[in-house]
């Protein structure tokens, strides 16, 4: 009769419980383990094997106690690395004060933090770029209220002298008003740190060196050459991911070389001093500025981005090579505090189709000159866009990087001969070595005209885009005799697959003057499946053209 009793009631209180989750009197999650207990419950009166009275009659007079055993250190590389580099890692905080702005009073889009919107549901192209490549780092934030809040920021950077010289990200530390440091030694008691002043930046590679006052020499990190790293080697990742202090994470190189994808006018680079090493170590919001270290204990890369879509690792990590950290540093700790670098004032394509080198002659190696600054060493020098550099003082240039790495190096007022082959023919000047950041200072965009004369679908079959004469003002401000200007673009089109863009002007095509629409017609009426195709396209934006090619073989 018990059992029977108590099987009644344990169905009975089943039989509420499952009405209540139905009639939603329960939620989902409470109602179901709540079902389950009872169950359980149920099961284990009606069975009747396991009691708690039946379990202190075990004899357990034979059990041994378990002892603690004498820690015993399993010594390996990472560990002995840890220990070396450790010590020479810092943790960076720091505090950016509202600005006062002209726009006070009229919200507007705001980058903020991921998982935490505008009330939009957009963060926009900008925060978008922060989440992929700096975990959500944006470089502003509010609290909600539409008021701005005080802007914090989390780091971490590397001693590289005993005095207290601190590498890190200028991202880190970029418009704090207030810096702090603390050391792996530093007690975790809530004190901001020791204060840091900034020595000196480099936007271009985003670098930065701060310095704190010390009475004692403190450990320093070994720099190693990044050029002997392979993809494959084991490398350490070491920082303070989310604030979590003296972090290590352990990985590989991926890649040597890479380079992250920001804008670009008609992929005419932006900025040519930013090539990565790759890595699936760990590397999370506030690794920036952390080292990664090889198997000899030596810093090869300063960690300084990730890819992600989730504000964490997802395996995808960038660091700045140390020899170009070495050198940025050497610059920055400099009388002048800045990297001073050599230009001969050009622009140029920073990646070229294969049907470009083929159509132009240069499918071996060279630079194709995109625009020319006007005064600059280059337009003193007679080089004109479309000039094809191939060679510097004799050497050849094999692409845009090399040219970038031996102009930069120069010293400016010194001078270079400059090879470059001109319809056809080769020609040397010898070009003046300016300052980069000079020079370039007074560079800026310029408006779109304003008219829209007739357009023309001549090349809308096999082209996939619609044209219109470029306005006389227009030409003129970008140096060309006519031309016509790209008005729209077919979605999967050839144009849209060689990335042809609305409101470029093309210039020529083939190599043959696209003067005016009569010009525009009579190359693309000849143009058949199979050929190659270059485009010499203007932006209208960028002062001098900004020209570029874009080409592919016309299926």
Request: charge should be negative; charged fraction near 20%; proline fraction near 6%.
């Amino acid at each position: 009769m018990s059992d029977a009793k108590n099987e009644t009631t344990s169905s009975n209180v089943f039989t509420r419980l499952s009405r209540n989750l139905r009639n939603g009197r329960l939620s989902t999650t409470f109602g179901m383990l709540a079902v389950l207990s009872v169950g359980i419950l149920a099961g284990s009166v009606l069975t009747g094997r396991v009691s708690g009275m039946e379990q202190q009659h075990v004899d357990s007079s034979d059990a041994r106690p378990l002892a603690i055993p004498s820690p015993v250190i399993l010594s390996n590389q990472f560990s002995t690395i840890v220990k070396q580099v450790g010590p020479a890692v810092v943790n960076i905080d720091t505090e950016s004060l509202p600005k006062t702005s002209a726009n006070t009073g009229r919200r507007g889009r705001r980058i903020t933090p991921p998982g935490d919107d505008n009330g939009t549901g957009d963060q926009g192209d900008m925060q978008d770029f922060f989440n992929r490549f700096f975990g959500g780092q944006a470089p502003g934030n509010d609290d909600g209220s539409g008021e701005a809040a005080p802007r914090r920021a989390l780091g971490s950077g590397f001693i590289v002298d005993p005095r207290g010289y601190i590498i890190t990200n200028n991202h880190v530390v970029d418009k704090a008003d207030h810096i702090y440091v603390k050391l792996s030694t530093d007690p975790d008691n809530g004190d901001p740190g020791r204060p840091a002043t900034v020595v000196g930046i480099d936007k271009d590679t985003d670098i930065a060196v701060i310095k704190i006052d010390t009475k004692t020499p403190l450990p320093t990190v070994k720099l190693g050459n990044s050029d002997g790293a392979q993809v494959g080697d084991w490398v350490l990742a070491i920082g303070s991911p989310f604030g979590q202090r003296n972090t290590v994470s352990a990985g590989i190189v991926s890649a040597k070389n890479r380079e992250i994808d920001e804008p670009s006018v008609n992929g005419i680079a932006q900025n040519q001093f930013q090539r990565f090493i790759q890595t699936d170590a760990a590397i999370n919001p506030g690794n920036s500025g952390g080292p990664l270290v090889d198997m000899a204990g030596q810093v090869i890369g300063m960690n300084t981005a990730i890819y992600t879509q989730s504000a964490g690792s997802e395996g995808i990590g960038f660091a700045m090579p140390s020899d170009t950290v070495i050198r940025v540093y050497n610059d920055l700790i400099g009388p002048e505090h800045k990297v001073i670098r050599g230009s001969i004032g050009i622009s140029f394509q920073s990646a070229q189709s294969s049907a470009v080198g083929r159509v132009y002659g240069f499918a071996n190696g060279g630079v194709l000159v995109g625009s020319i600054t006007p005064n600059g060493p280059a337009s003193k020098a007679g080089l004109q866009p479309g000039d094809v550099i191939t060679s510097i003082d004799g050497a050849p240039v094999k692409d845009g990087d090399e040219l970038v790495a031996i102009i930069s190096a120069k010293h400016p007022g010194s001078t270079v001969h400059i090879g470059y082959e001109r319809s056809g023919k080769h020609q040397v000047a010898e070009v003046g070595i300016a300052d980069r950041a000079k020079l370039f200072a007074d560079t800026g965009t310029n408006d779109d005209a304003n008219n829209a004369p007739e357009e023309t679908d001549i090349g809308q079959n096999k082209l996939g885009i619609t044209v219109h004469p470029t306005d006389a003002s227009v030409a003129t401000k970008l140096g060309v005799k006519g031309g016509v200007t790209v008005t729209s673009v077919r979605p999967g089109s050839f144009a849209d697959e060689i990335g042809l863009g609305r409101n470029a002007v093309i210039s020529e095509i083939n190599r043959k003057p696209v003067t005016d629409e009569a010009s525009y017609r009579a190359i693309v009426t000849g143009l058949k499946s199979g050929d190659d195709v270059v485009f010499i396209i203007h932006d209208p934006r960028v002062s001098g053209g900004g020209i570029s090619a874009v080409g592919g073989t016309l299926p």
